[in-house]
C-alpha cells in the first residue's frame, strides 16, 4: 500500500512538470524590447543595490556647488527685477567698501606723521615698521593695500629700505579709481555678464558728457556723433573679432578711459586736446572731415568722395578692396564705417589697425601676402607715378625691400603676425595703398637731410 502511495505521487508530479513545460510552450515569446527592458531593469535594481553598499570616506561629490545659473528669459518679467535688484544692491555694496574723500585724506595724514627719517631731497619716504603701524591705524577699508607684497612692488633703490609715500598714495588712488570705475561701468551692464554692448557704452558716455568741463562747449545736436565717435575707438580696437561687445576688464585695462576722462581737466592744454581723440577739437575735427567729403549732402561717401581723404592719393585698387569688404549701404559708406577706416589710417603701428588693412590686401583671402598680392597693389601705386610724370620703379625692387623688412617665417608669404612682429606694418602698408605713402619712403633719406639742415640752421640762429 505504501509503494502504491508513492508511485501516486511520483505520478503526480510528472503530470505537473508536463503540463508546466507545454504551458510554457504555449505562451508568447518575449520581444526584443521587452528583453531589454526587463534587463535594463534588472540591471539598475542591482547597480542601486550595489551603490548603497558601497562604503565610501569622500563625500563632497554630494556637496557639489551650483556653478550654472540660467538668465531670466524675457517673459521672465519677476526674475529679471529680481536680478536687477540684486544686482544694484552688490554694487552698492561694493561701493560702500571703497574709501572716501574723508578716509583718502586720514590715510595721507596718517602717512606724514609716520614719515621715516632721514630726509633725502624732497620727496617723504617711509619704511616697513611705520607702513605697518599706518595699516593698523588706517581701518578695515585699507587693510588690503598694507602688505608685505605692495610694499616691495613699490621699494626702488632707497638706501634705508623705505618706499615713497606720495608713490605709495597714488598707488591706493589708482585702484580705488578703478574700482569706482569698474562699478559705474557695471551699471551699464545690463546683461550682467562682465561686457558692455555698443549700446550700454553710448549710454554711459552720452550720460558722462555733463561731468567732463571740455565738453562744455559741444552742441546737443552734436552729442549722438560725439559718441558715435567715442565708441567707435573703444571698439575698434577692443573687438576686433566684431561681436558686439567688450569685456569691462578689458576697457579698464586699456587706456581709452583715461584719456576720456582727461577731459575733467579744466586747464587741458590745446596740444592734449588735439591728440586726444576723445577731445571736442579731435571729434568735430574727424566729422568736419567727413562732411568736407560729403560732397552731394546725402549723409553718405561714395567711393569718388572717399577718395578724396587725406592728401587724396589712396589708390583706387585700395578704394575698391574698402568697398567690397566693409559695411556699405547701396554701394554708399556712413559714418561708423568711416570712423572704422579712419581709426585704421590713422593708427597703422597698431595690430587692429593692421588687422584691418591686411584684411583688405589679402585678396585671395589666404590669410597671407604673396608676390601676387603685392603686385597687384603696387601695380596702382605705379599707374599714380606714370600720371603724375615720375618714372615708375621696378616692382621686383620694392618687392624684395618689403620681404626684407618684414622677414617672414615663410619667405615667400608674409602673415598678419609677421607684418606686426616686424614693426615696419606701417611702412608696408603706406608703400602699397597710397602713393604719398610710397613717395615719402622712396625719398626718406632725402627727407632726413633736409630735416638735419633746418635743425642746423635753427642752432646757428
Given at each position: 500500500?505504501?509503494?502504491?502511495?508513492?508511485?501516486?505521487?511520483?505520478?503526480?508530479?510528472?503530470?505537473?512538470?508536463?503540463?508546466?513545460?507545454?504551458?510554457?510552450?504555449?505562451?508568447?515569446?518575449?520581444?526584443?524590447?521587452?528583453?531589454?527592458?526587463?534587463?535594463?531593469?534588472?540591471?539598475?535594481?542591482?547597480?542601486?543595490?550595489?551603490?548603497?553598499?558601497?562604503?565610501?570616506?569622500?563625500t563632497s561629490y554630494t556637496n557639489i556647488p551650483r556653478f550654472y545659473y540660467r538668465l531670466p528669459a524675457e517673459d521672465e518679467v519677476l526674475l529679471q527685477k529680481l536680478r536687477e535688484e540684486s544686482r544694484a544692491v552688490f554694487l552698492q555694496r561694493k561701493s560702500r567698501e571703497l574709501l572716501d574723500n574723508e578716509e583718502l585724506q586720514n590715510l595721507w595724514f596718517l602717512l606724514d606723521k609716520h614719515q621715516t627719517s632721514p630726509i633725502i631731497g624732497e620727496e617723504a619716504m617711509i619704511n616697513y615698521e611705520n607702513f605697518l603701524k599706518v595699516g593698523e591705524k588706517a581701518g578695515s577699508k585699507c587693510k588690503?593695500?598694507?602688505?608685505?607684497?605692495?610694499?616691495?612692488?613699490?621699494l626702488h633703490n632707497d638706501p634705508y629700505g623705505r618706499i615713497s609715500i606720495m608713490q605709495f598714495f597714488n598707488y591706493v588712488m589708482r585702484k580705488v579709481w578703478l574700482h569706482q570705475t569698474r562699478i559705474g561701468l557695471s551699471l551699464y551692464d545690463v546683461a550682467g555678464q562682465g561686457y558692455l554692448r555698443e549700446s550700454d557704452l553710448e549710454n554711459y558716455i552720452l550720460e558722462l558728457i555733463p561731468t567732463l568741463p571740455q565738453l562744455d562747449g559741444l552742441e546737443k545736436s552734436f552729442y549722438s556723433f560725439y559718441v558715435c565717435t567715442a565708441v567707435r575707438k573703444f571698439f575698434f580696437f577692443l573687438d576686433p573679432l566684431r561681436t558686439g561687445k567688450i569685456k569691462i576688464q578689458d576697457i579698464l585695462a586699456c587706456s581709452f578711459l583715461d584719456d576720456l576722462l582727461e577731459l575733467r581737466d579744466e586747464e587741458l592744454s590745446k596740444e592734449s586736446q588735439e591728440t586726444n581723440w576723445f577731445s571736442a577739437p579731435s571729434a568735430l575735427r574727424v566729422y568736419g572731415q567727413y562732411l568736407n567729403l560729403d560732397k552731394d549732402h546725402n549723409g553718405m561717401l561714395s567711393k569718388e568722395e572717399l577718395s578724396r581723404y587725406g592728401t587724396g592719393t589712396l589708390t583706387n585698387i585700395f578704394l575698391d578692396r574698402v568697398f567690397q569688404e566693409c559695411l556699405t549701404y547701396d554701394g554708399e559708406m556712413d559714418y561708423k564705417t568711416y570712423l572704422d577706416f579712419v581709426l585704421a589710417l590713422e593708427n597703422r603701428k597698431e595690430p587692429a589697425a593692421l588687422q584691418y588693412i591686411f584684411k583688405l590686401l589679402d585678396i585671395e583671402n589666404k590669410g597671407y601676402l604673396n608676390v601676387f598680392s603685392l603686385n597687384y597693389f603696387f601695380r596702382a601705386i605705379q599707374e599714380q607715378m606714370k600720371i603724375h610724370g615720375q618714372e615708375?620703379?621696378?616692382?621686383?625692387?620694392?618687392?624684395?625691400?618689403?620681404?626684407?623688412?618684414?622677414?617672414?617665417?615663410d619667405p615667400y608669404k608674409i602673415s598678419l603676425q609677421d607684418l606686426i612682429n616686424s614693426s615696419q606694418g606701417d611702412t608696408v602698408t603706406s608703400i602699397l595703398i597710397d602713393l604719398n605713402g610710397f613717395w615719402t619712403y622712396e625719398n626718406r633719406e632725402v627727407l632726413v637731410a633736409s630735416d638735419n639742415d633746418n635743425a642746423a640752421d635753427v642752432d646757428d640762429t
Open positions: 500500500a505504501g509503494r502504491s502511495a508513492a508511485d501516486a505521487v511520483g505520478v503526480m508530479d510528472w503530470k505537473r512538470s508536463l503540463r508546466g513545460r507545454l504551458a510554457a510552450r504555449r505562451a508568447p515569446k518575449k520581444s526584443e524590447q521587452e528583453l531589454k527592458d526587463e534587463e535594463m531593469e534588472l540591471f539598475t535594481k542591482y547597480y542601486m543595490e550595489w551603490k548603497g553598499g558601497r562604503k565610501s570616506g569622500n588690503q593695500f598694507f602688505t608685505a607684497k605692495i610694499f616691495a612692488k613699490l615708375p620703379v621696378s616692382f621686383q625692387d620694392v618687392k624684395d625691400e618689403i620681404f626684407d623688412m618684414v622677414k617672414p617665417k
